[in-house]
């Protein structure tokens, strides 16, 4: 838990009749690189910032994509495999116009199919 931090808690009528809902923070705390992996590891859409904190926030997105490569070391996904996927999670999407099969162990639908 972060220090100071309140508790999050989302209704869950909210999410079932809209489970397309962009859910994320704003102001100081969304360019705080410990909120900024707080809010990944939670599933939030989105942290908005000041300006000046968008380097700090970008550096948090780039070390949750390289946390996500060193926690699978089963899978032979590259870092850019894995920023994709984290910037993907991040903007809710879930398919991909790709022929990657990695995308489709990381939960992703591909949209391009090679032929066997």
């Not at 859910?23 to 707080?38: A, N, W």
């Not at 300006?51 to 946390?67: D, N, T």
């Not at 993907?88 to 022929?99: D, H």
Request: proline share 8%; hydrophobic share 40%.
């Amino acid at each position: 838990m972060i220090e100071g931090a309140a508790r999050i808690e989302i209704p869950r009528p909210c999410l079932t009749s809209n489970p397309g809902i962009k859910l994320g923070i704003c102001g100081e705390q969304g360019g705080d690189p410990d909120s900024v992996k707080f809010c990944h590891k939670l599933g939030l859409t989105y942290v908005s910032c000041s300006p000046k904190r968008v380097p700090v926030a970008r550096l948090a997105a780039a070390q949750a994509a390289i946390a996500w490569h060193q926690a699978r070391p089963d899978k032979e996904w590259s870092l850019t495999d894995c920023i994709s996927f984290v910037v993907m999670q991040g903007r809710g999407l879930s398919r991909a116009l790709a022929y990657d099969h990695h995308f489709e162990q990381a939960g992703f639908e591909p949209l391009l199919r090679r032929d066997p």
